[in-house]
């Protein structure tokens, strides 16, 4: 751990503030949300160099406004879950994004930490937040309860690999793109791993679920049954 504060991770941020990426970075925020201006790769390197901020530190950083600074928390996150922490820390690390995920407002925040910050933890135990998260009425709640589980799809066994599917199951005509492209990058990453199991999920569901989310699923299939899935 360092003791560095969050405001060192701030500034940091602001040396590599550019007006140029500053105009790139609010295409993708609502109106009302408060840039700094980094650019990703910048961004992730400086979460790097701050990866052992205390998680008191991360969570000063999710209060800050700007876009930047809970992202790079994140960021800290994922580097974290990745070090191969002992139990009581991944506990700590997901309860982090969990209990702050109102300061997550964009789908690449989800994208960044909850396969390994969320799933990582979710291995092996009971899924009922997941659900929790996948029953909510926030989409980048969804998203999260659908992106966790492309970690049990690298770590998890069969039980786990089944609760994801069941989760994508349960959102799989969901409206929202934000969570819809979501469980269609699910689905192909569960055919990497069993290729009978997404066509059996497809015979069942493809009807139900919205284009982009059935081209996603289907995208890494033989040309020839993507034509017939897209045909029915």
């Given at each position: 751990?360092?003791?560095?504060?969050?405001?060192?991770?701030?500034?940091?941020?602001r040396?590599?503030?550019?007006d140029?990426?500053?105009?790139?970075?609010?295409?993708?925020?609502?109106?009302?949300?408060?840039?700094?201006?980094?650019?990703?790769?910048?961004?992730?390197?400086?979460?790097?160099e701050?990866?052992?901020?205390?998680?008191?530190?991360?969570?000063?950083?999710?209060?800050?406004?700007?876009?930047?600074?809970?992202?790079?928390?994140?960021?800290?996150?994922?580097?974290?879950?990745?070090?191969?922490?002992?139990?009581?820390?991944?506990?700590?690390?997901?309860?982090?994004?969990?209990?702050?995920?109102?300061?997550?407002?964009?789908?690449?925040?989800?994208?960044?930490?909850?396969?390994?910050?969320?799933?990582?933890?979710?291995?092996?135990?009971?899924?009922?937040n997941?659900?929790?998260?996948?029953?909510?009425?926030?989409?980048?709640?969804?998203?999260?309860?659908?992106?966790?589980?492309?970690?049990?799809l690298?770590a998890?066994?069969?039980?786990?690999?089944?609760?994801?599917?069941?989760?994508?199951?349960?959102?799989?005509?969901?409206?929202?793109?934000?969570?819809?492209?979501?469980?269609g990058?699910?689905?192909?990453?569960?055919?990497?791993?069993?290729?009978?199991?997404?066509?059996?999920?497809?015979?069942?569901?493809?009807?139900?679920?919205?284009?982009?989310?059935?081209?996603?699923?289907?995208?890494?299939?033989?040309?020839?049954?993507?034509?017939?899935?897209?045909?029915?």
């Open positions: 751990m360092t003791a560095q504060p969050a405001s060192a991770v701030i500034e940091a941020l040396e590599f503030q550019s140029a990426e500053l105009a790139r970075v609010r295409k993708r925020l609502s109106p009302d949300e408060p840039a700094i201006g980094t650019r990703m790769d910048d961004l992730v390197t400086v979460a790097r701050h990866a052992g901020l205390e998680l008191a530190e991360v969570r000063k950083l999710l209060d800050h406004p700007s876009y930047e600074a809970r992202m790079a928390a994140m960021c800290i996150l994922d580097f974290r879950a990745r070090s191969d922490p002992d139990d009581d820390e991944r506990r700590a690390l997901c309860r982090v994004y969990l209990e702050r995920h109102d300061r997550i407002t964009t789908w690449d925040m989800v994208d960044r930490a909850a396969p390994q910050v969320v799933g990582g933890w979710f291995v092996g135990r009971d899924k009922k997941l659900i929790d998260l996948a029953g909510s009425a926030c989409p980048l709640r969804r998203r999260t309860a659908i992106t966790a589980p492309l970690h049990f690298q998890g066994d069969d039980d786990d690999v089944a609760a994801g599917t069941a989760i994508a199951r349960r959102l799989v005509s969901a409206p929202e793109p934000v969570v819809h492209k979501a469980v990058i699910f689905l192909r990453r569960l055919g990497s791993r069993d290729r009978d199991q997404l066509l059996g999920f497809l015979r069942e569901h493809a009807s139900a679920m919205p284009r982009t989310a059935l081209r996603l699923a289907i995208s890494a299939l033989d040309d020839d049954i993507r034509r017939q899935i897209l045909r029915h």
